[in-house]
């Protein structure tokens, strides 16, 4: 079973929008983790956040915010003011006490100019 | 900073051919995983190494085998290559707290 949830499959938005990417996971575990990887391109993943599932706070970095609620299983992800260069796919993923990382399908972005 | 090395960048195999990927992790990081994307999917976890030992293993075909070696890098070898193994090779390291970082993958085409 999907453990991670990314209805999204794509969203296509005009430069300075902001878009938002849904992520919904499913796990037993009391100690998890969750992250946001983006994949632009040229292929390469990249390390966006990091949250346990200890830590609720919400956290914005420059023009990304993430959204962690445990009581719905959501740790959804919004760029501000989107551009150009956020086009790529966008992954969440989940680790377990394994430690190994379960991903969503992804969600492609594109910003148009 | 250093990052995750793995090389080569790119391949290209034929059919039942063999083929080795190698994957360098960050200087003290003690444990590294093997994931595969095949084009349009997302990156699926093949196996884990920690301190040299396999500790986990996902949906890896038996065609493939890997291990860790003593200074930590990684090779992941697949034999009687198929179609289907053509996908993009992500190598990932980690200290043991979890926060994984990944090279920049192989893209292995078997033609």
């Known amino acids: 079973a999907q453990k991670v949830t990314q209805a999204q499959t794509e969203i296509s938005v005009v430069e300075k929008e902001d878009v938002t990417l849904d992520c919904v996971y499913e796990t037993r575990d009391t100690t998890y983790y969750l992250f946001w990887y983006k994949q632009p391109p040229s292929g390469e993943l990249v390390f966006l956040i990091r949250r346990n599932s200890f830590d609720e706070q919400n956290e914005i970095s420059g023009r990304y915010s993430w959204n962690f609620q445990k009581s719905t299983s959501s740790f959804n992800f919004t760029i501000t003011a989107s551009q150009v260069v956020d086009s790529a796919v966008y992954f969440c993923a989940l680790s377990e006490n394994d430690y190994k990382l379960s991903f969503g399908a992804g969600t492609t972005v594109t910003v148009r100019a | 900073a250093a990052g995750v090395i793995q090389s080569p960048r790119h391949l290209i195999k034929e059919k039942r051919e063999t083929a080795t990927l190698k994957c360098y992790p960050i200087?003290?990081?003690?444990?590294v995983y093997w994931y595969q994307q095949g084009p349009g999917q997302d990156p699926q976890f093949l196996i884990s190494?920690?301190?040299?030992?396999?500790?986990d293993k996902g949906s890896i075909p038996d065609r493939f085998s890997a291990q860790q070696f003593s200074d930590y890098h990684s090779e992941l070898n697949m034999s009687s290559l198929e179609l289907g193994d053509s996908a993009l090779y992500f190598c990932?390291?980690?200290?043991?707290?979890?926060?994984?970082?990944f090279g920049p993958g192989t893209r292995l085409t078997v033609l």
């Open positions: 200087p003290r990081h003690d444990t």
């Open positions: 990932a390291s980690s200290p043991r707290d979890n926060e994984q970082f």
């Open positions: 190494f920690y301190e040299k030992m396999q500790s």
